[in-house]
């Protein structure tokens, strides 16, 4: 062996090189904390799952008294969320994918730690919980990012490693392909939406944090597919008009509750510079009850993630004319209270129903409606057209209807981009960061 050494020096390094702990410290560090996300992910799953279930269970299904007991639970509900994520977990407020992008824009670890750190995880996940308990039509995709993300930059910390910007984009790519399981859905989300200035070295980390992420969730609630199985397929030569129909009126809408969102959350802000607590619960009380009045009208549909929905417009099962409408409502004031909880899943319940309506009025296939819908809409409001075909295709796992996907995801964006020019999610990340110039230069006053 000593000979074989001598002979081949480039063997001799190597060997001391790995059995250096410099080299396999931050390894094990960064892959303990891409399993840790696949698990955190899974728990938040089946937490986000028992509290809609509760919520079901407390409010009754028969039309008896229970049904009206979200007239005050809801708001009750939102107010608490909002008091807490103010008080004891600032910076948990919203989706969780505004906080990630801002934090590869900021320098500064403390400017990080404000809204990325562990207590963030914490809070992040149990109001999310507290708010799916109460009616809110949140789901828990863009959260699991900001969770994600988190546990990343604290590994980072722990193993030493100078690769933040990285590592906080592996996180956010690990967070969605594990709360989806959809794994390339994570890499491609990683590169058109978390890094529009995605730099080729990252790729390995963002592959292993996608990897093990996903091998950990695999491991505990095994191969799935997010909405069952999609049998239909979209056929060109009678469904185009379907296809042209929900990109365009799909990509509207979604551009429609982005320009909307916008707006409502930078008059609140500017309205509650004064009292910002008493505003924002405030807020939280009025934006609550409009949730829980538009769940009754709907028959309790509008009420959660929209996840039950959205699973059977693509297993064929038609929703409600105006269900489309009811969930858009509900989603935007679920976004605009300002309690913590993602979009995502109430985008693509919107988006089923969107495909749903335009399926009956041409006479098309709810299954492939459905889908079609989803593409538009859901491009459309976070206008990454990538993203949303590739996450629906695996969410769905029926690859042949590839081609139909895109040509809606495109036509959603395009209509997106004609009607709002600013992605949701990048504006709303400019909020964070300006937070954090604010924060920097009252630091540095001498007053």
């Not at 670890?109 to 914490?122: K, M, W, Y």
Request: a positive charge; one cysteine or more; charged letters at 10%.
């Amino acid at each position: 062996m000593a000979g074989t050494s001598r002979r081949y020096p480039m063997l001799r390094r190597s060997r001391a090189m790995w059995g250096s702990r410099r080299v396999w410290q931050p390894r094990l560090v960064f892959w303990a904390g891409a399993i840790s996300i696949g698990l955190i992910s899974v728990l938040f799953a089946m937490l986000a799952d028992q509290a809609q279930a509760l919520f079901r269970l407390v409010t009754g299904d028969d039309g008896g008294w229970r049904f009206y007991l979200p007239l005050v639970m809801t708001p009750l509900g939102f107010v608490l969320c909002a008091w807490l994520a103010y008080s004891f977990f600032p910076g948990s407020q919203g989706s969780g994918i505004p906080q990630a992008i801002a934090a590869r824009h900021l320098r500064d670890d403390e400017d990080r730690s404000h809204i990325l750190s562990l207590r963030l995880v914490v809070g992040k996940i149990a109001l999310t919980v507290i708010g799916l308990f109460c009616g809110a039509s949140i789901g828990r995709e863009g959260p699991t990012v900001q969770v994600g993300a988190s546990v990343m930059l604290q590994v980072a910390r722990w193993g030493g490693m100078a690769q933040a910007r990285g590592l906080i984009l592996a996180g956010s790519a690990a967070g969605i392909a594990a709360a989806f399981n959809t794994p390339l859905a994570g890499i491609v989300f990683a590169i058109e939406e978390m890094g529009r200035t995605y730099e080729a070295r990252t790729n390995g980390l963002v592959l292993t944090a996608v990897i093990l992420a996903g091998l950990a969730s695999l491991g505990l609630v095994g191969n799935y597919t997010y909405f069952g199985i999609a049998k239909e397929t979209i056929a060109f030569a009678a469904d185009w008009p379907l296809v042209l129909a929900c990109g365009i009126i799909g990509g509207g809408l979604g551009a429609l509750f982005s320009l909307l969102a916008l707006k409502a959350t930078r008059r609140i802000r500017r309205w509650n510079t004064g009292q910002p607590l008493r505003c924002a619960l405030l807020v939280a009380a009025v934006c609550g009850l409009a949730v829980a009045a538009i769940g009754i009208a709907s028959g309790g549909l509008t009420y959660g993630t929209g996840y039950a929905q959205a699973r059977s417009a693509v297993e064929g099962a038609p929703l409600p004319w105006l269900f489309f409408a009811e969930k858009f409502a509900a989603g935007l004031l679920s976004m605009i209270s300002g309690i913590p909880g993602g979009i995502f899943a109430p985008s693509l319940a919107v988006g089923a129903g969107i495909g749903s309506t335009l399926g009956l009025i041409f006479g098309a296939g709810t299954g492939v409606a459905a889908l079609l819908g989803m593409a538009g809409y859901f491009a459309g409001v976070v206008q990454a057209p990538m993203t949303a075909f590739v996450i629906i295709l695996e969410m769905t796992g029926n690859h042949d209807n590839v081609i139909g996907l895109m040509c809606a995801s495109m036509l959603g964006y395009g209509t997106a981009r004609l009607i709002s020019h600013e992605p949701l999610y990048h504006a709303l990340s400019r909020v964070f960061i300006a937070e954090a110039i604010r924060r920097r230069r009252a630091e540095a006053s001498p007053n």
